[in-house]
């Protein structure tokens, strides 16, 4: 069974695919000159792969493959807010996709910018809003206004779809907090207790905010689903359903680190341990590692201590970025994880990270990584 | 009418840097070019009518920016590509 990572660029797709983890060819350009945000194959069907594209002068879209990548065929009716919508939304581009839950075959979601939560129930050829969602009384106040946002827009992202429930959906928003809805997307609440958010002051009777934080990066353990681990603007986090209140485990980060950054990998097996990379967010927020040398942190106690991987990494002067769709993990055993740099260098390590090394360079600035296993 | 293709827009059109369409205003004309072209409008205009940020469209030599202008007889329509930088 071949191992393929799916790597979307600011120019383009690109697959790198390996039988045996150490040798990886690569495939491609695939829309060579357009913003691709995210490349994910079905795993329910492990022949989909969907691509949210975005050519630089046109709308956006997302285009399907049945053939590994070699063909693709643009969506009939493209994720898009109702003609005449009285907040006068369009979308700008399609930033996240999601494969809905075992039990439902050709269901996806898409995470759009401006903040919009998408579905599409025949394999990605059409999507339709929802309405639960993107037409809440309050979700103006929820998506913030234009300094609430990413620097090319604001980001509707880590949409999951329970392991145990279908109907349970949970999606972030940078900024706008982690919000969660029990019925398919039609009541949505938000999910942000203990988590920081140090760019508002506190308030005056010393409650929690509500919303309004800045999730980097929401996932569920694929083992153990009520466990879910999130990277934030304001430090890394651990919540285990069905409590309300995330935990913030990146206090427990060597404090030189610190806990800020955009990506976090589940193991694929290990309900304990996950992998981070902390980036500077000091000062002017370079979001680079801190002092220019790479390293990913891993816990395999549920965060609460951390252990540095830096074996292979540039040992000085290296000023990557990692963003938050561009790490991923495989099933092997041990686990592999792989990251992307902004830089357009992929790393990867097949041994759960006792020794990194560089996979491919040269490539555009990386957006995503997914890992993939197709038929 | 004539409508000339930029390039970014020729994947729909099998290539073609001309094609010809119908309408008397542009919003008829981008929907004829949908019927022969499915997908194209969506590119060019997003779903609130309006041409987006990165496309310029010339009826007759005048920008356009409204979908309802009238195509006055004998115009050409010219869609361009309009994005500077890296």
Redesign the interface.
Known sequence: MPHQLYIATRKGIWIATSTDREQWSLWGPAFLGTQCHHVMLDPRDRKTLLAASR?????P?VFRSLDGGATWK?A?T?P??????VR????DHVFWLTPGHASEPGVWYAGTSPKGLFKSVDHGVTWAPISGFNDHPEQHKWVGSDKDQTPDGGKLHSIIVDAKDPKRLYLSMSGGGTFTSPDGGESWKPLNSGVAMDFAPPKPDGSEYEYGHDPHCMVQSPVAPDRFWQQNHCGFYRMDRPSEKWVRVGKNMPAEIGDIGFGVVPHPREADTAWVFPMDGGGDWPRTPIGGKPAVYMTRDAGASWQRQDEGFPKEQAWWTVKRQAMCADRGTPAGLYFGTTNGELWGTVDEGASYRCLFRHLPHIFSVTYGEPA | MKVVIPSQLRGYTGGAKEVEAAGATLAEALADLDRQFPGFRFRVIDEQDRVRQHILIFVGGERCEDVRDKIPEGAEVFIAGALSGG
């Open positions: 050519q630089w002068h046109l709308g879209t643009e009939a493209p898009q807010f109702p003609k005449g919508d006068e939304r369009a979308v």
